[in-house]
């Protein structure tokens, strides 16, 4: 079969993209990759016909459902609610991958449980690679329980046994 054309991008998309790159001097010319920025599952849905099966590394950096966030996502969903709308996404990210792809999709104490249980569902549990404690904070964010977290979790999987991390030197 014949690549599908590249997606053309609406006027109001070039725009957008412009604004996020242009604070990035030769961008273009630095990387060979494709940047995504948008809400997860439509800006999946709008890739999925053109990469299906070809990304080498994924990221997911879904909201970490906590209202101690400064962050401006909408927090403070039931644990039930927070699974469904993860859920689309870890498996669209899935259905991207290469065979030899990876994903890496962070999160903090609050859904690190559910979140490792979707990717497990979509995933299986040979396609777990690990889970890494991430220093975010060395001075902690207070939670709402007034514990100062200075972590978060970085969960890596792989579509198959033919993904592999590489090893990175100490920091």
């Known amino acids: ?12 998309i070039r725009d957008l993209q412009s604004r996020r ?13 494709l ?5 997860t599952v439509d800006g999946t849905s709008l890739i999925m016909q053109r990469y299906r099966g070809t990304i080498g590394t994924a ?27 993860i859920e689309p996404v870890i498996e669209s990210c899935h259905e991207l991958l ?6 890496c999709t962070t999160i903090d104490d609050q859904q690190v449980i559910e979140l490792t249980t979707i ?11 690990g889970t890494v404690a991430v220093r975010s904070n060395p001075s902690g964010r207070i939670t709402l329980r007034g514990m100062a ?23």
Request: proline share 10%.
């Open 59 to 85: 990221y997911n950096d879904p909201p970490y459902n906590t209202d101690a966030s400064e962050i401006l996502y909408k927090n403070g969903y039931r644990s039930s609610s927070w699974c469904t709308l």
């Open 119 to 129: 990717v497990k569902q979509v995933f299986g549990e040979d396609g777990m690679l």
């Open 35 to 39: 940047v995504v920025h948008a809400n």
């Open 149 to 171: 977290q200075c972590h978060e979790y970085a969960i890596f999987c792989s579509k198959s046994s033919e993904g592999r991390l590489q090893k990175l030197p100490r920091t």
């Open 21 to 33: 790159v242009s604070p990035i001097p030769g961008l273009s010319a630095r990387t060979d990759g």
């Open 98 to 103: 290469s065979d030899k792809g990876i994903l």
């Open 1 to 12: 079969p014949h690549p599908a054309a590249p997606l053309a991008p609406s006027p109001l």
